[in-house]
């Protein structure tokens, strides 16, 4: 473990519903609540949805009541007195330095040693001092620690950062919330429901009534899903589209709805959406290590990202869904940015976690700009997670200031619980999960469950008999190897999910139930 410490200087209730990533020897699947609300306390429905590719990570990755890639930058040079917040992450101050809390460190510490995770950086701000630990090895089989200037692919938090820029567009006069998101982009034909046009400030908080995935997303290349998505794929897909209800009623994540977001304030500023990044947050900020188009420099400090199953992958190339989640940074440009949220937040910043909406009609947490909006221990804080292909991350901080956090790991695995551990104290960690140990199982009786289980026209679940056992493949998908733990029950070891089998009367297999994060997917198998 590598702790930093910091000094001053100017220089993303009980377990809830997740975002299922399925990641199957690079191909991914995605299963997530129909409506992705919060948790069982806000009355998550049974119903569910199957898409094809995960989202990146809210989150991607949302936390700990949801995870929706599944998730989420002061102001920026406006005027020449801006000054950037206190920074320091130098070994100078140590007594300054914000603790750990030893639960965190211990699993922290676990996780790496036992090759859940490949790394993880923890920045914990405590007023304006922090620090940065850092624990495994950014490559496998070398003794390199992790630190403050590592590099990760941070997902869905990308999103928060969309959100600012369109804060700062608004701060400025440039555009208003509520401005349909079709005059941005003259050159679209963008949906509308019975004449409710879009807004920006719909697809801010993604009440836009557009998807999680555009209906034309057919990736080429299953490990890098989203790098043949164009500009003319996007705008193709919005002419074609048909929005199921109206805007601004009700809350579905949408990374599409994220991407146009994006496009349309890039259109608007006359840049790229990356110009954009570096002009308005990464260079007042001072975020040298923060980018949609990493340096050599960058690249050079880049930790490896792996999938669940430890097998190295790529980073994604995300192309014109980068304002999604295609941002990559280090835990020192992350304290900056967070810090600039939490201490006397300029315009931009105060709105951009403002509440606008809520999450679910009948629950507590809202969403702002991108970001989540929640109480607990007594304490308001902002939070956003994320995810990608070989990536997870999260990133948070109490309303008033006090702390803050931000969790990187080249695993794609969420890191939600050691983040909010960190963030407030005494929250108690989730037991690890145990390996499963599989059982020999003839093959004839693994054939009695080979099939299709459709979930709806869209999607099935197809279960074959390979040379190694058991395989299961969703619609587009290749498939992923399925071990035995007892009759009827199987299990995936890339993954956090268990596959089961019922049968009826005559003893014949009848359907296939999708298990994960406490949620049941039945799928009927095909007659």
């Not at 001053?8 to 990533?21: E, G, I, L, Q, V």
């Not at 995936?492 to 005559?506: G, N, P, S």
Request: glycine share 8%; proline share 9%; aromatic share 8%.
């Amino acid at each position: 473990m590598r702790a930093g410490a910091a000094n001053c200087c100017n220089a993303c209730p009980p377990t809830c519903a997740p975002n299922w990533r399925v990641c199957w020897k690079r191909r991914w699947l995605k299963i997530e609540p129909a409506q992705a609300l919060p948790c069982p306390s806000h009355k998550t429905q049974a119903a569910f949805m199957l898409a094809p590719y995960p989202s990146l990570d809210m989150p991607e990755t949302l936390s700990r009541h949801w995870r929706a890639f599944g998730p989420p930058w002061t102001r920026f040079p406006m005027t020449p007195t801006f000054a950037l917040l206190p920074l320091c992450l130098a070994g100078t101050a140590a007594l300054a330095a914000p603790a750990l809390d030893d639960a965190v460190r211990q699993r922290a510490e676990e996780l790496t040693r036992t090759g859940v995770h490949a790394s993880i950086v923890i920045a914990v701000i405590d007023g304006k001092h922090s620090a940065v630990y850092g624990f495994g090895s950014v490559h496998a089989g070398k003794n390199i620690k992790p630190g403050a200037d590592t590099v990760y692919q941070i997902g869905s938090v990308t999103k928060t950062m969309t959100a600012l820029l369109l804060a700062d567009a608004v701060a400025e006069n440039k555009v208003k919330l509520d401005e349909p998101v079709a005059t941005l982009l003259p050159g679209y034909t963008v949906p509308a429901f019975d004449g409710k046009k879009i807004s920006l400030l719909d697809l801010a908080t993604h009440y836009s009534s557009l998807p999680r995935l555009p209906d034309n997303f057919a990736p080429k290349d299953p490990a890098n899903p989203y790098a043949d998505y164009t500009e003319a794929r996007q705008r193709q897909f919005l002419a074609a589209y048909h929005l199921p209800h109206a805007p601004g009623t009700k809350f579905d994540y949408s990374n599409i709805g994220y991407a146009v977001l994006g496009t349309a304030l890039a259109a608007q500023a006359g840049s790229s959406y990356e110009a954009l990044l570096q002009k308005r947050i990464a260079v007042p900020l001072g975020m040298r290590s923060t980018s949609n188009q990493p340096t050599h420099g960058m690249l050079a400090r880049l930790a490896p990202g792996h999938l669940l199953s430890g097998e190295l992958t790529p980073a994604w190339d995300l192309n014109v869904v980068a304002p999604a989640g295609g941002v990559y940074s280090s835990a020192r440009d992350m304290v900056a940015y967070l810090q600039a949220y939490m201490f006397k937040p300029l315009r931009p910043y105060a709105l951009a976690i403002k509440p606008q909406r809520p999450l679910a009609p009948d629950g507590d947490t809202k969403i702002g700009l991108s970001w989540l909006l929640e109480q607990q221990q007594g304490r308001s804080y902002a939070w956003h997670s994320g995810q990608t292909g070989g990536y997870a991350s999260y990133a948070a901080f109490t309303t008033d200031g006090k702390r803050g956090v931000m969790v990187l790991t080249n695993t794609a695995r969420d890191v939600d619980a050691l983040g909010l551990s960190t963030l407030l104290p005494g929250t108690p960690l989730p037991p690890l999960k145990k390996p499963q140990a599989a059982i020999e199982v003839p093959r004839a009786a693994l054939a009695e469950y080979v099939g299709e289980y459709p979930l709806d026209k869209d999607f099935t679940l197809t279960v074959t008999l390979g040379k190694q056992g058991l395989e299961a493949a969703g619609t587009g998908m290749g498939s992923a190897p399925l071990f035995a733990s007892a009759k009827d029950q199987f299990f995936f070891r890339a993954i956090d999910a268990d596959l089961a089998f019922t049968r009826d009367a005559a003893g014949k297999v009848a359907s296939a139930v999708l298990k994960q994060g406490g949620q049941d997917v039945v799928l009927p198998r095909k007659p």
